[in-house]
């Protein structure tokens, strides 16, 4: 099996490995669910009923008012009305553990992290600060005074005990600062409680019954308690984070803060009564989120046999149902678990498309081992048949440029990037690459995606082609000086002009070696020596190889020493060569402030949407598109101009 047939050969096998193993996976991923957080539930208007939804963090900064959120009622879909909470229907409480224990670097890294936490909040959202070392405190009451809530925490002290519970007892008991607000505990703690006069069912009890969520963030230390915290989130409807050294705290709660950001207020009218299952389930992309809770509604009304008017009830005052416990610990990533066997077809797939990749080097070591020891190689056929195939495809690629007059003008550039492929045998490893990133776009993001990882594909091929034929023709020209230097050499040896250029070819390094070889098979093919000299200048479009021509050239036809003549050519090549390498380092930094400065915008842009993916959200519109356009085109400006500058002519 021949090199370029074993490289189409890998280039076809490997793709359609990975599309096999990601279309298994598709409806795997498609069919899994996740635990659907649900924060709050109010029937006290029944048959109207509201319900604060937490978006996963696969949906964090999507929009999903317009959609992806449905109610079903035992079994039965309820129109729904859904709007993104607003910050002025929501209220934080942040409980920070002031303990001994947390003196030194564990205070100041939670403070900085929950001064960090209160600037991703929206301004409307009122915030209370409570900490809690042998008793709890109320640093700052709930308000949307930032300032104050700032000092509040800066002025936090880390000495006593610790009085876990009745900082939660305090949270839970603050006064509503607004009807049908949601309040989200968010507390920080990295020991179990010693002093409280409450116990944790107490709190837990409260935690249930109430319509407050509990958040806590576990800093891990010699004294933390973690099943206290796992009962007590389980009871508040939260998450539990672990946090192993106070410098994670920053990242988790900036995603907490995500978190309460990212809720929607969900309304539908109910038609049941009494305890009636309810169904909440959130699409996005290919994944499903839900979770089924029971609501506690208020009784039919009793039927008479005289058609008369509902009596009116007074107004349900029961305390809601406690949403469905989700799971509390806060590594859960919102997303569908990925089954065993999905893992294992996975893994399977990428050992095979890497023995695929590997396939060719080891068949070369193996054959040329043969070969030194002088046995014939056996046919084998599973090779026999995938070469056949290539060969196959590789002939109707060459026979479709042939019809389109390219095949030519496509082989003289592969000979001059220093590519052992045939033109047909290019087209087919192009095409195969590009339909692989057809296929894995289309299953891993979308249609578009995939028609754009394709054309990339192309445009990738065609820039690596001209990138390998201008290292080919740099290398070459770097070598010149000393090829030369070496025909001189064989030249006063007593060599003649054919055998000098026979030992450049043996002694000289790539590509040089190469063309130079296919000069010396070309003349005892036949063909001139000065016609195979040229046309590897013009191959390579080289001027110093263009005097050389001219210079062996007058030679043949007036004499004298070829040898000296060869050495003044080198050293004026080397010399030019130190020139250009001068002038290159001098503006070495002219091109690194270009390439800082066309990629600021896109590393900065990349930079904001990972720590605050809410904030380009204005761009998603038509003011924010024309603004694209014109920075882009400013930019493609600015790009051709540093160009102009930074390319010097030699």
Not at 72 to 94: K, M, N, Q, S, Y
Not at 149 to 173: I, M, Q, S, V
């Amino acid at each position: 099996m021949s090199r370029p047939s074993r490289l189409l050969a890998t280039a076809l096998a490997v793709p359609v490995l990975w599309t096999m193993g990601l279309q298994a996976a598709r409806p795997a991923l498609a069919q899994a669910a996740a635990p659907l957080e649900v924060t709050n539930v109010d029937t006290s208007a029944a048959p109207e009923v509201s319900l604060v939804v937490t978006a996963p963090s696969s949906a964090f900064g999507v929009d999903l008012a317009d959609g992806g959120i449905s109610v079903a009622e035992g079994g039965a879909a309820r129109p729904v009305t859904v709007e993104r909470l607003p910050g002025d229907e929501l209220e934080v409480v942040l409980v920070l553990d002031t303990s001994g224990s947390m003196a030194g670097p564990a205070m100041a890294a939670a403070k900085a992290a929950a001064a960090s936490f209160l600037d991703r909040l929206p301004p409307t959202t009122p915030v209370a600060v409570i900490g809690f070392g042998a008793s709890a405190s109320l640093a700052h009451p709930s308000s949307t005074d930032r300032a104050a809530a700032h000092a509040a925490l800066a002025g936090l002290d880390a000495r006593g005990e610790t009085a876990l519970y009745d900082a939660l007892d305090l949270a839970l008991g603050l006064p509503d600062t607004g009807p049908n607000r949601a309040r989200a505990v968010v507390l920080l703690s990295d020991g179990g409680d010693t002093t409280s006069t409450l116990t944790i069912a107490d709190v837990a009890g409260r935690l249930a019954t109430g319509r407050a969520t509990l958040h806590a963030i576990e800093l891990s230390s010699e004294e933390s308690n973690s099943a206290a915290l796992r009962e007590l989130t389980a009871a508040g409807h939260g998450t539990l984070a672990l946090a192993d050294d106070p410098g994670a705290l920053t990242s988790i709660y900036d995603a907490m803060a995500t978190r309460l950001t990212s809720q929607y207020r969900v309304r539908f009218t109910t038609e049941g009564h009494g305890a009636t299952p309810v169904t909440v389930a959130l699409h996005h992309g290919d994944v499903r989120h839900e979770t089924t809770l029971t609501l506690e509604l208020p009784a039919a009304p009793p039927t008479t046999a005289a058609p008369a008017p509902a009596p009116s009830l007074p107004p349900a005052s029961a305390a809601p149902s406690p949403p469905p416990t989700t799971a509390p610990l806060a590594s859960d990533t919102d997303g569908p678990a990925v089954p065993t066997w999905l893992l294992a077809a996975g893994a399977a797939c990428a050992f095979a498309a890497l023995v695929l990749l590997l396939l060719p080097v080891l068949v070369t070591e193996r054959r040329r081992a043969r070969e030194r020891l002088g046995v014939a190689p056996r046919p084998s056929p599973a090779s026999g048949q995938l070469s056949s195939l290539a060969a196959r495809a590789a002939e109707a690629a060459e026979g479709v440029l042939d019809r389109k007059g390219r095949r030519l003008a496509l082989g003289a550039m592969l000979e001059q990037a220093g590519v052992a492929l045939r033109p047909g045998e290019f087209v087919v490893l192009v095409a195969s690459s590009a339909v692989a990133a057809l296929v894995l776009g289309h299953l891993l993001v979308g249609p578009l995606f995939g028609l754009v990882a394709a054309g990339a594909t192309l445009l990738i091929a065609r820039l690596v082609l001209d990138q390998r034929t201008t290292r080919r023709r740099r290398a070459f020209g770097d070598q010149l000086g000393d090829a030369l230097g070496l025909m001189a050499g064989s030249l006063r040896a007593g060599y003649g002009l054919l055998q000098a250029v026979d030992t450049v070819a043996r002694e000289a390094e790539e590509p040089t070696s190469a063309e130079f070889r296919r000069v010396v098979i070309e003349s005892r093919l036949g063909r001139d020596l000065i016609a195979s000299l040229q046309a590897m200048g013009e191959r390579l479009r080289s001027e110093d190889l263009d005097n050389v021509v001219q210079a062996v050239e007058i030679h043949r036809e007036v004499g004298g020493d070829l040898a000296e003549v060869l050495d003044t050519v080198a050293a004026t090549i080397r010399e030019r060569r130190q020139l250009q390498r001068q002038v290159k380092a001098l503006s070495a930094e002219g091109r690194l402030s270009a390439y800082v400065l066309l990629a600021l915008p896109f590393v900065v842009g990349g930079l904001i949407h990972l720590t605050n993916p809410g904030y380009m959200d204005e761009m998603a519109s038509a003011p924010g598109y024309v603004m694209f356009g014109v920075g882009g085109a400013l930019m493609a400006l600015g790009a051709a101009w540093l160009r102009k500058l930074c390319r010097l002519v030699y």
